[in-house]
């Protein structure tokens, strides 16, 4: 599942590890230096379904500046195209601003995703099916860099916050040189 070390910083860890009914989702508690960050799903994929993985999340780790380093760890885990859910139930901030119509990279969680190097996002307020959980944020990796720099043009139009759409100006000034 995942586990490894981000430097000196974080140590990861998943405890409890689980089979589903669907052989290919596994499910555990994911830890950070000991530290309780939420249960996890992990789906490695199937034919042409791409691995996901969803955290029912504890934001801790942005009060220690690890946030952007978590995900960026499972940006690193999944192929192209993968998908990352993180709900923000436990996230008033994050969920205040998405109330108030902000995008989903205008808030903490949505930037430390998009920090991580997440390009895509979609905001499940509302989970489809009453299956799925409770609302969180889907941050895609992109295919490749094209996919890349099309979709941070796309949320650079989203975006409301200067500090946001800053950096999303040089990542893509970045990728053009």
């Known amino acids: ?19 589903t009914q669907i052989k290919e989702l596994k499910t555990f508690i994911l830890y950070v230096n000991g530290r309780k960050v939420g249960r996890t799903f992990y789906f490695t994929g199937r034919e042409y379904y791409l691995p996901w993985i969803e955290i029912d999340y504890d934001p801790w780790l942005r009060e220690i500046d690890g946030e952007v380093d978590l995900f960026n760890f499972i940006y690193n885990v999944l192929p192209p195209g993968g998908k990352l859910f993180v709900t923000y139930i436990r996230d008033k901030e994050t969920a205040d601003m998405l109330y108030q119509g902000f995008s989903p990279a205008d808030t903490p969680l949505g930037f430390s995703l998009l920090k991580a190097g997440f390009t895509w996002f979609k905001n499940w307020y509302f989970p489809e099916g009453g299956n799925e959980g409770a609302p969180k944020i889907q941050a895609n990796k992109p295919l490749n860099d094209t996919d ?24 893509i000034a970045k990728r053009k040189s």
């Open 1 to 19: 599942m995942l586990s490894g070390k981000v430097g000196n910083k974080l140590v990861i860890e998943s405890i409890d590890v689980k089979d």
């Open 148 to 171: 890349m720099i099309r979709q941070l043009r796309e949320l650079l139009d989203e975006v409301k916050r200067n500090e946001v759409k800053a950096f999303i100006e040089s990542k």
